[in-house]
């Protein structure tokens, strides 16, 4: 339960009081944008999931809230979206968790994440449309 409680207070519950304590502010901006990194919905893959279901489980939790968030401040001009990486990305969580040095062999650099949300949040054409953003 500790591993439960702790994936689901920093993923979850952080995503949603992040979110919560930085819209007031992001209401009173000319391009209000939140980006939360996630797995797409119905992207469930059993083997995967049993091998860490609690951090699974967390991330759902944020592509839900973030599709929710998304329409609940749609109308006020508020674009949430997602960036859901394909595959694994190289990240010290990654090396001690989810496979050691065999995965991080087959990870992508950290930096393509940073690059994707560069775009995402500074391209001056993106509206709230629904639509998310994936890493290739």
Not at 33 to 40: A, H
Request: charged share 25%.
């Amino acid at each position: 339960m500790k591993q439960y409680d702790l994936m689901h207070d920093i993923i979850l519950r952080g995503t949603f009081m992040l979110s919560k304590y930085c819209l007031p502010h992001l209401l009173k901006s000319k391009e209000p944008r939140i980006l939360n990194i996630t797995i797409p919905p119905g992207h469930y893959e059993p083997k995967k999931m049993a091998q860490h279901l609690a951090y699974s489980l967390a991330k759902y939790g944020v592509t839900e809230f973030t599709i929710g968030l998304a329409e609940e401040f749609r109308e006020r001009g508020v674009v949430v979206s997602s960036l859901w990486p394909k595959k694994t990305v190289g990240t010290a969580a990654i090396k001690n968790l989810l496979g050691g040095d065999e995965v991080m062999k087959r990870s992508r650099k950290p930096e393509i994440m940073a690059d994707a949300a560069y775009i995402i949040l500074t391209k001056k054409d993106i509206t709230q449309t629904g639509k998310f953003y994936f890493v290739i």
